[in-house]
């Protein structure tokens, strides 16, 4: 072996020993990059359990937790707690009749937050001065969407009325004000019910079985309004205090298939439809929400009232040029600027979900209504499973093409999402969640939900059906 010394010698370098390639078990080798590792602690993920088998995923899906229920409704008999209790006079939202559209939409006055800031219940109060809490209407998103055709020509006002409707459009193409006691009653109004605080709940699944979305609560023996009760709050009533209920309890974990509730009956919109025969849809008919549905009637989204929030800037009135499908794609950009992330809510079940997980999503998703589609066989490898009987998509009334308008002159501080130049061609496919529905089979309101309930505790509400075709012969005879 070579020294330091010689090494630095100047004489030729020796070569240096041959490799001994003996077997000997004494001999060194080098070792192989495994067998270095060898000894290193496993990485956990490699022995981890899976977080839920899928079956624990399912039960999970099937009976969704709640919030917890609140102690002070244990061992009640849900029938003969009062309105009074289950509503929060923070939630009422007054405004005078002198207020402008602009202001009970996106502005806020005073003490008073407007419909648009303010969400649920979805509603403002029309009142004849400031010192008053007696409410004598309202302004919600119907009578918005109404405000909306209006102004760009799609309104069907009566003979004698034609020339106070054109006036009123001129004004608001013109960006001048207009006081809500001159729209108030443009759209398809809600009667105005009220009860007492002192009410019980039974009085107010009567109202809510007639098809009705809300009433007024007042003070006993005085028209002064301290609550708002929806059917959607009442839901999520029973929802968050389902421990509380044992007649309600019993009804969640069972199947929709089981249950017979709901209609097969639906309107609906193909998603290639513009936008503004979905909005005709709703004011014509008195609907909240419409399913999106493209060329095989599979559910490819949800249009409803609330989404008008996104119309009532001048920048956005190129969105009426657009198409459903197009539309949809706007309110999931904007959810997803709002909430920081990508989502988008899921309005379908199957007739496999449970009640639960039926309630679970109309909470959550704030909706008024589920469209029921087919769906597979609960076994994997079966073929789908067909709706027991389809769903009938009832034909709307005529539809008014929007009047061709120049667009807007775009300003820079318009959203990428409002574009107002042309709007790109969107297939179904590109929806994010499209392919994970079905075809549309039916729907289930909270009117059908609230029925149950009422049922299944010995009451004997209105018939939801019933309440629907009095609703279409209403809109048939007003057109």
């Known amino acids: 072996v070579s020294t330091p010394q010689s090494m630095s010698s100047s004489g030729p370098r020796s070569p240096p020993p041959a490799l001994n390639m003996s077997s000997s078990p004494h001999a060194g080798h080098r070792a192989s990059f495994a067998e270095n590792m060898r000894g290193v602690p496993v990485s956990p993920r490699a022995s981890r359990q899976p977080s839920l088998s899928q079956q624990a995923l ?39 009749y002198d207020t402008s559209v602009e202001e009970a939409t996106n502005a806020s006055t005073g003490q008073s937050i407007m419909l648009i800031e303010s969400g649920a219940p979805n509603v403002v109060l029309l009142r004849e001065d400031e010192n008053s809490r007696t409410a004598t209407g309202t302004f919600d998103y119907s009578d918005l969407n109404a405000y909306l055709l209006l102004v760009v020509g799609l309104a069907h006002p009566d003979e004698e009325d034609v020339a106070s409707f054109d006036e009123l459009a001129q004004k608001g193409r013109e960006g001048k004000p207009i006081p809500l006691k001159d729209v108030k009653d443009l759209g398809k109004k809600e009667p105005l019910i009220t009860l007492p605080k002192t009410a019980d709940l039974t009085r107010a699944i009567e109202v809510f079985g007639s098809g009705v979305h809300r009433l007024l609560v007042t003070e006993e023996r005085s028209t002064d309004v301290i609550g708002v009760l929806t059917q959607l709050s009442l839901v999520k009533f029973f929802w968050d205090n389902r421990q509380s209920f044992p007649q309600v309890e019993q009804l969640y974990p069972q199947l929709i298939k089981d249950l017979n509730i709901g209609s097969h009956s639906v309107y609906a919109i193909n998603g290639d439809k513009p936008l503004t025969d979905a909005l005709e849809l709703m004011n014509n008919e008195g609907v909240t929400s419409l399913p999106v549905l493209d060329i095989q009637n599979n559910v490819i989204g949800n249009i409803s009232q609330v989404d008008i929030r996104l119309l009532t800037k001048s920048t956005s009135l ?135 309930f009422a049922r299944a505790s010995g009451l004997h509400p209105h018939d939801p059906d019933e309440a629907r075709r009095a609703r279409r012969r209403s809109s048939s005879s007003s057109m």
Request: charged share 10%; glycine share 6%.
């Open 318 to 452: 190129p969105l009426l040029h657009s198409s459903c499908i197009h539309f949809i794609s706007v309110i999931l950009s904007e959810r997803g600027m709002n909430d920081g992330k990508d989502s988008f809510p899921v309005f379908h079940v199957n007739p496999f979900s449970t009640l639960a997980h039926t309630v679970a999503k109309l909470v959550a998703t704030r909706s008024h209504r589920m469209w029921v589609v087919e769906t597979s066989s609960p076994a994997s490898s079966g073929p789908p499973t067909p709706a027991s009987t389809p769903a009938v998509l009832v034909p709307p009334s005529p539809i008014t093409p929007l009047p061709a308008t120049p667009n807007p002159t775009p300003v820079s501080s318009t959203p990428p999402h409002l574009s107002a130049g042309p709007t790109p061609s969107i297939s179904a496919s590109a929806i994010p969640g499209a392919s994970l529905s079905g075809r549309l089979s039916g729907v289930i309101s909270l009117t059908d939900i609230l029925n149950l």
């Open 58 to 96: 399912q039960d999970l899906l099937n009976n969704p937790p709640t919030k917890g229920s609140d102690p002070k409704f244990h061992g009640r008999d849900w029938r003969t707690i009062q309105v009074g209790e289950i509503v929060d006079q923070q939630l009422v939202r007054f405004v005078q």
